[in-house]
């Protein structure tokens, strides 16, 4: 849904009443990558001067903890979670992050580099915690903020 035109993402809102962004591989992997391969690479020359060196109990930790992270970001990748959720309760972020709509203050501007572009979304209570939506789910950003005043200001009018 994060590939396609606001007008898709109206139309799926009226009809069931909530619209699922699941998370976008590509843009998942760009971020991870530029991280991980340069540790990959490092951690590959040490791994074996480890185990020649007898480090072998931290040589096992760092293939365990490579291990990990590359199982993560399998899983994340083929079940495309989290998934960002908009629905007539407010905005949902995986299953942790929650906004209601009557606790939205404001939706703030896009910022950021062009590789990590999000958007706040702004509690009213000046001491919760912003909600951020990045590119993981939508590939136009600007176009989803506008979507999401336009939704805002018809929830504050309805007065639900």
Request: net charge positive; proline share 7%.
């Amino acid at each position: 849904m994060g590939e396609r035109l606001p007008e898709a993402w109206m139309v799926e809102w009226h009809r069931n009443g909530r619209v699922e962004f699941p998370l976008r591989r590509w843009s998942f992997l760009q971020f991870p990558l530029l991280l991980l391969l340069p540790l990959g690479v490092m951690g590959l020359n040490s791994v074996a001067d480890m185990h020649d060196g007898g480090w072998p109990v931290p040589a096992y930790l760092l293939i365990t903890g490579y291990a990990g992270v590359v199982i993560t970001i399998a899983w994340q990748l083929i079940t495309q979670r989290p998934v960002l959720v908009i629905d007539h309760r407010g905005i949902h972020q995986g299953r942790r992050r929650f906004m209601p709509w009557d606790e939205i203050g404001s939706i703030g501007p896009i910022s950021g580099p062009k590789m990590a572009r999000h958007i706040q979304i702004n509690p009213k209570n000046v001491w919760a915690k912003n909600l951020t939506l990045t590119q993981q789910h939508v590939n136009d950003l600007q176009a989803l903020q506008t979507w999401l005043q336009d939704v805002l200001e018809e929830r504050r009018k309805a007065g639900v």
